[in-house]
């Protein structure tokens, strides 16, 4: 049996250590930032973000890019190169253009390697969601598993990755095209906190509102409450928020038998777009 990597984008946002521990090839998207172009790789439990959200509270604006063609032709050739097929799980293609970067990869690859399987898989998802989704096909090829059927595994889980996240301050989402300027501005003024998921297309969409920052957060249990099916595994990303995030854990194991609950930081490139004071929650569910 061929051996197989599993090949992802820092838009996984999972600590490195665990990345590390499940054997992943991680490709960074791009930041940049101050006029200087930064790598959004991932970052262990115990770094974290803070600096970024630091100056993005400063008013910093950034903007932020795929990754490339050529930056996944390069690992996928060497792992050709070195008889190992490629698994490779993309951040949704409804919010970026790194899927299709894998896609034009791949094909290059396999015409000079056509004896190798090179396969890219769009999760649809994003942040721990897609973390989530990965941690949970490295478990199924740690198994035993093959790429085909850990392929498979991933498609027929994507859309059971549920992804409920709200944020602290709507001008993030403005300037993101999420919602428009007036939504901004009275929500500001009356502390009203959307409510988002990601939908079966992989995009954003904004879902509820509640009035003022806890139950904003409570919310999310709420969401989780109506759709999960397995709470084994919860992960929990968060916009340099972490006492929310440990707010919105607590709910979650009061109400749930979560074995595994992991908290983490949503990384600069998705965090460019949410903002400070973000939190998400992932879980898997009977739908999205």
């Known amino acids: ?4 990597t599993i090949i992802t984008d820092s838009c996984c946002d999972l600590p490195a250590e665990l990345a590390e521990e499940l054997e992943l090839e991680v490709l960074p998207l791009h930041l940049e930032m101050d006029g200087q172009d ?12 803070g600096p970024f959200y630091d100056r993005l509270r ?34 949704s293609s409804a919010l970026s253009a790194t899927y299709q970067s894998a896609v034009i990869a791949a094909e290059t690859v396999a015409e000079d390697f056509p004896e190798r399987k090179l396969r890219v898989v769009d999760t649809l998802c994003a942040s721990l969601g897609q ?19 850990v392929a498979a595994y991933a498609e027929e889980t994507r ?24 939504t901004a501005l009275f929500g500001t ?5 959307p409510v988002l998921h990601v939908d079966d297309e992989g995009r954003l969409v904004a879902v509820s509102k509640a ?21 084994a595994a919860v992960f929990i ?4 928020c972490r006492a929310d995030a440990e707010l919105l854990a607590e709910e979650i194991r009061r109400r749930f038998p979560v074995r595994e609950l992991m908290i983490h930081f949503v990384g600069p490139v998705i965090g460019n777009h949410s903002g400070p004071g973000t939190v998400a929650l992932f879980f898997v569910g009977s739908r999205r």
């Open 58 to 91: 400063q008013g910093v604006l950034a903007t932020t890019s795929a990754v490339s063609a050529g930056e996944f032709e390069a690992v996928m050739r060497r792992c050709a190169q070195e008889g190992r097929d490629v698994l490779c799980l993309a951040f």
């Open 189 to 193: 003024m009356l502390s009203i906190k």
């Open 131 to 149: 973390g989530l989704l990965v941690t949970l096909c490295a478990r199924e090829r740690l198994k035993g598993r093959t790429l085909e059927e």
């Open 38 to 49: 930064h790598q959004n790789r991932l970052v262990s439990r115990r770094e974290g973000f």
């Open 1 to 4: 049996m061929s051996e197989f």
């Open 211 to 231: 009035r003022g920052r806890k139950a904003s957060i409570i919310a999310l249990a709420d969401k989780m409450a109506e759709t999960v099916t397995d709470p």
């Open 159 to 182: 859309l059971h990755i549920c992804h409920w996240f709200t944020v602290d301050d709507l001008n993030h989402l403005k300037r993101g095209g999420r919602i428009n300027a007036a």
């Open 237 to 240: 990303s968060h916009g340099d």
